[in-house]
Each structure stands twice: as C-alpha cells, then as structure tokens.
C-alpha cells in the first residue's frame, strides 16, 4: 500500500487477508480482504464493532486460526516476509519472541495450575535456551519491569493468587520477555475495571517506547484509541472502511460508519439533552450480508451505486477510504457533507 | 502441602469410625444366630449360651462395639467361625491377591485410556477418534464375566485354527485359573481392566477437548510451545483433574468388585472370601473384609484429594 508509511519503514503489512470459519452449509468470510500496515514503533488501533473480524485478524498474523477457520487468501509480510509462507516450526520461532499477543481475558489466558514464573519463564526456554535459573531470574526482572511489587515472591504464586491488574501484568511480563518487534494487544483493558485499565495501557505505551515495539491494538473503544494510538483502522464486516492517522480520524472521519461511531460516544463535556444518536440497524447476519457496500442497509447517504462493492482508496495525504461518496462515481446528493456531530471534543 | 496432607489424614478419622460403626452394626441387623450357627441347628441350649458367653454377645451393645474396636486396631479381628482361623490370618492371604489385581487393572485402564482418550482429543472427529470412541463403547458395555470367559476361550484354551493360520493358529499363551505367574496374571487384568480404561478413554478425551479450547492453551501457542509440549505439558495437566477423580472412584470399585472376575478364574481374593463367608454366614469373615475394603477405599480416596491438590493449586479444604 502506498500510504506515507513506506513499505520499509512498515514492521507488518497485511494485504487483502482473508480468514473464513467453514460449516457444513456454508462459508463464513470473518475476515474478508483486510489490508492494513504498521510502521515501525507506532501503535495502529484496529477498531470495529464485535463480530467485525478484528481479533480474527490479529489471530491470523500469528496463524493461530483453528479449525474449523482457516486462513484463505493474501499475505501477512513481516519485515518484508510473508508469513503464510513459513513452516509451522518458524512460524513457532516467531511467536512470542519476534510477534507476541496478549489476550483480553487476563483472568482465563493464564495456564491456573503453573506458577507464574513457570510461565514467563518457559518463553526464555524456548527462544533464548536460557537454563531453569537463569529464566527465572530473567522473569523476575519483567515482572519489575511491569511494575508488579515484591516480584520475587509474586513468581513463586498461581495466577489465582492474583487480582485481574496483575494478571494482564504477568500477561504483558510473559509477552515482553523476548523483547519482541511487535505487540499485539487484543482488547487488553476490556475485562479490567477503569482505573486498572488507564494503568495498563500507560504500562504498554511506556514500554513500546522503552522497548521500541511497534503495537496493534485491537479495541472497541474509541477513547483507548484517542489516548494510545497513532494510526487507526476502522474494521466493519470483515473488511477495513478507513484507514488514517488518529488525528484525522477523530477530526475529519470519513466514512459513515466511522462518523456513526464517534457520534455514539456520549460528550464528557455537557450534559445529554437529546437520545445519543445510534447507528440504526445492527451488524448483518454472514448468511445475509449485503452484495456492495456491507454498510449501506445501515447508511444515511446509501444510494444506487452503494449496491456494488466499494474498493479501499487512498488519498493525497496518504488516508484510506472505502466508500463510494468520495468517488466520481457518487450518484447520491452532490452536496453530502459527512462530518461527526461533536468532533470538538476531541481535539 | 504438608498442612494440607496432615488436615485430609485427620478428617479420615470420623470417616472410619463410622465405617466401623456401620460393619460392627451389620452383625446385629441381619437374621441368624451366629452362636447357633456356630453350635449347630440341634446343638443343646447351654452349648450356644456358652458360646454366647464366650464372643461376649450378652453384653450390652456399645461394650461389644468397644471390645471389637479396641481389638480391631490392635489387629484382631475375631476368628472365622466356620474354620476357627484368626479372621485377620484368613484375609491377609487373599489381601494381597486382590489388592494386586486391582492395582494392575488400574494400571492398565489409567495407561490404555490416556493414551486412547488423548489421541482421540487431538484427532477428534477423524476416523481414528471415531474407531477409539466405538472401542471404548464396547469395552464399557461388555460384561466383564462373559469377557473372562471369551478371553478364556480364546487366549486359555485356545482357538481351533487350521496350522497354516500363522501366528493365530495356537492362541492358548495364558492360564485360565489360579494367580501368581504372570500367565496367570494377564487375561484377569485384561477383564477387570478394559471397563476402567474404557471409562478414562472417554473422560480423558471430553475433559481434553474441554481444555484445548481454553484461553491459555492460545497463550502457550502464541508463546512458540510445539504442540506436542501444549498438549501434555498445558492441557493434560489440567484435563487429569476429573481423569484422577474418576480413577479413585474406579479404584475402590474394583477393591470390592472383583468378585466376578475372581470367580471366573478362580483367584481366591478378598471378593470371593466375602461371598462364600456371607454364604456361610461366617460374620466375623465378613465384618473383617469390609473393613478392611472400606479402610482401602477411605485411603485411595485420600491419595485421589492429595493428587488433586498436586495438580490444582486452588484445590482447598475450605
């Protein structure tokens, strides 16, 4: 892709992924064509609604996809290579040291019957062959690093003995360890109440810029995305609708949906007089989705060309759209304006 | 850990009391009096008195309960009364038989049907979970006598193969009777055993399957372990947790359950010792057996909860 992020400076490029879940009657697209890019060091926030294919793409960088998914088309380049085509045995040497994820349930993803430094500890077995000592020496040193207190006994405790905040700590140790080039984060703060979560993404964002990591975020939250990120990718229906900077983003949206977004978030700085606005509708069922644009049945300035699919554009300052308005081709209203209703905010 | 062995030895205790409870009450529930029986049906009245007199059965209950009690730790647990014997001479003969029995069978379902249960969770829905899954239905239906005699007719006296059938053609490798030698050992492991490992096939592969798909088996994979490590270092640890369960269970079952496969093959065990006793209604025999069945299965139950706390940390008495 040709935006100001050049391809050599980009860590991962995702182009034109496509992830499917099979059932007996029928394919399910859960990722359909996704094309997105991370360069080096930034965060790129991937949001979307639930069931937009977001955690199905990030699980597919790392080919984690399990049956009865299955990863069916383009290519996931890191540092220049593509994934899809490596052997599962490089594909393991890659996760964890050089690409790791941390998930978005803290309280499940930890393995209950292993202590915590076993944990952190098996990753610098396998990437680094470091002896049993030496590991757990290392994974007291993360735990420091993710500011958990008294972390030479907090390695000896099962994950029961910790709270939710703890827990995405050890997540973030066991994920950092190997001082990866990228960090996925999947919804990281979702689970955690509001004050852990202003920790934890402070924690990610000083350790990216400790570590030099370049971080995807995946959340469905639209103020996480304002204080973390640096580019954003806006997902709907298994496809990317907009792709800019978070700036641009948040004071200039394109597309429809991402505007319909940014309007259902409720403003901190008045009081709601009026119902917040919604975007009518709700996501379209796999068996139902719509031949064009996948957001049109739901889209105020739908017209006649809305019927066919829309391609992702990219524009002059390097921002990508996928939506018929900005097209010669529009047929609608000439004079659509598409802007957010309260874009001061967040200025 | 220690505190925690030292707490569950303890909570034993009760536990046995009202064992002891139960199987001294046994004596005195059911029809029949055993100094009559002892005597003879047309023995004179003041020979079954005397009699009466000497097993102290005059005396009032709790006294009798107490005498037995303080008698039983101390390792006596009456005489038989149709040979005289010391009851514990009597079962520490045929202890050993059946507690060997059991534990081989055990051995047997637990090594069989892990090993079934975990490739059928792996390849699930393949043709080879397909044919593990209807093997294991097959060992759970069989009743295990009729399974000793086919594996008698088979494997003991062998099948009536023309000689040209290689291998196949003499099939008499084992003895159909008796304990000791490991001839004898195989085909009465293989009949107690097969229900076992059917059961632990089947528990194994759904308690797999249920841990596969948990969060932390997507951790361990996005931390670069090779599958093989996922599966028996991440998921079985956890997946053994009602596997342990329901082997104890198993356990203590087969301690009291081996009557019919020691019937087959003529092992004299504990499980034949208390039907012919009950037969004979030579009480103090079966007051004896199920005491110590009982005492057996209160210590396999012990180990099965020191296990659980081995394997799930968040296991607590409380």
């Known amino acids: 892709m040709s935006t100001k992020t050049n391809s050599n400076e980009n860590i991962l490029e995702v182009n034109e992924l496509k992830t499917s879940f099979f059932t007996d009657e029928m394919e399910v697209k859960a ?9 080096k060091g930034k965060t790129v926030g991937l949001v979307g609604e639930s069931g937009s294919g977001k955690s199905i793409s ?24 593509n994934l899809l085509e490596k052997s599962e045995a490089q594909m393991r040497k890659i996760r964890g040291n050089e690409i790791s994820m941390i998930f978005q349930e803290p309280m499940t993803s930890l393995n209950p019957t292993y202590t915590v430094g076993q944990q952190i500890s098996e990753a610098y077995k396998i990437h680094e062959n470091l002896g049993k000592k030496q590991a757990i020496e290392r994974s007291i040193e993360m735990l420091k690093l993710v500011g958990i207190p008294s972390p030479e006994k907090r390695v000896n405790q099962y994950p029961h003995e910790l709270s939710g905040g703890m827990r995405q700590r050890v997540m973030i140790a066991m994920a950092l360890a190997c001082n990866p080039e990228l960090l996925i984060a999947d919804e990281p703060t979702t689970a955690l109440d509001v004050t852990i979560q ?28 304002a204080e973390t990120c640096d580019y954003v990718a806006v997902m709907y229906c298994g496809k990317i609708v907009e792709f800019a900077d978070v700036n641009t983003i948040f004071s200039n949206p394109k597309h429809p949906y991402t505007v319909g977004l940014l309007d259902s978030l409720p403003p901190h700085d008045r009081d709601i007089k009026d119902d917040l606005p919604v975007i009518r509708g709700s996501v379209p069922s796999p068996a139902e ?10 889209c105020p300035f739908a017209s006649e060309v809305c019927k066919t699919l829309p391609t992702l554009e990219t524009d002059e300052n390097g921002n990508q759209i996928r939506c018929w308005i900005y097209s010669d081709k529009w047929d609608g209203d000439p004079e659509v304006k598409v802007h957010a209703k309260n874009t001061e905010r967040t200025s | 850990m220690f505190k925690f062995i030292v707490r569950r030895v303890l909570q034993t205790i009760p536990v046995l009391i009202g064992v002891s409870i139960l199987v001294f009450s046994l004596m005195h529930l059911v029809p029949g009096n055993p100094a ?24 009032p209950l709790p006294v009798q309960y107490w005498n037995y009690i ?10 038989s009364i149709r040979s005289g014997r010391d009851v514990t001479t009597e079962i520490s003969g045929r202890f050993w038989v059946t507690v060997e029995l059991a534990v081989y069978s055990t051995i047997l379902s637990v090594f069989m049907g892990l090993i079934a249960g975990i490739v059928s969770a792996t390849k699930q829905y393949t043709f080879t979970d397909v044919i593990i899954m209807i093997i294991a239905l097959f060992g759970l239906s069989m009743p295990n006598f009729w399974l000793g005699l086919m594996l008698i007719q088979w494997f003991a006296i062998g099948t009536d193969l023309p000689s040209w059938v290689p291998f196949f053609d003499d099939t008499a490798w084992f003895k159909p009777s008796g304990w000791g030698s490991f001839e004898q050992i195989v085909l009465p492991v293989i009949t107690l055993g097969t229900a076992g490992a059917a059961i632990v096939a089947r528990m194994t592969r759904s308690s797999m399957l249920e841990v596969v798909g948990q969060d932390y088996i997507r951790t361990a994979r996005a931390k670069g372990v090779k599958e093989r490590v996922v599966i028996y270092r991440h998921a079985l640890k956890n997946a053994l947790i009602p596997v342990v369960t329901v082997v104890g269970l198993q356990f203590g079952t087969l301690l009291g359950g081996t009557v019919l496969t020691e019937t087959v093959f003529a092992i004299n065990g504990m499980g034949k010792l208390i039907i012919d006793s ?26 099965v909860d020191i296990t659980y706390r081995f394997l799930n940390k968040r296991i607590d008495l409380d």
């Open chain 2, 70 to 79: 303080s008698n039983a730790v101390q390792g006596d647990l009456g005489s």
């Open chain 1, 58 to 81: 990030s699980l597919s960088t790392l080919r984690l996809i399990e049956r009865p998914g299955k990863i069916v088309g383009g290519e996931i380049k890191f540092k220049g290579e």
């Open chain 2, 36 to 59: 009559q029986i002892m005597a003879g049906e047309s023995a004179p009245k003041e020979q079954v008195e005397n009699i009466e007199e000497r097993l102290g059965l005059n005396d």
């Open chain 1, 198 to 225: 202003a920790q934890i993404l402070e924690l990610i964002k000083d350790l990216q810029e400790r570590l030099n990591m370049s971080v995807l975020l995946i959340t469905h939250d639209l103020g996480v995305v």
């Open chain 1, 31 to 39: 990722v359909d064509g996704v094309t997105f890019a991370i360069p």
């Open chain 2, 278 to 303: 009950i037969q004979a209604r030579d009480f103090p025999i079966v007051q004896g057996t199920i005491l110590v069945v009982a005492l057996l299965f209160v210590l396999v139950n012990l180990l």
């Open chain 1, 289 to 298: 989705m719509p031949e064009g644009c996948r957001f049109a049945p739901r």
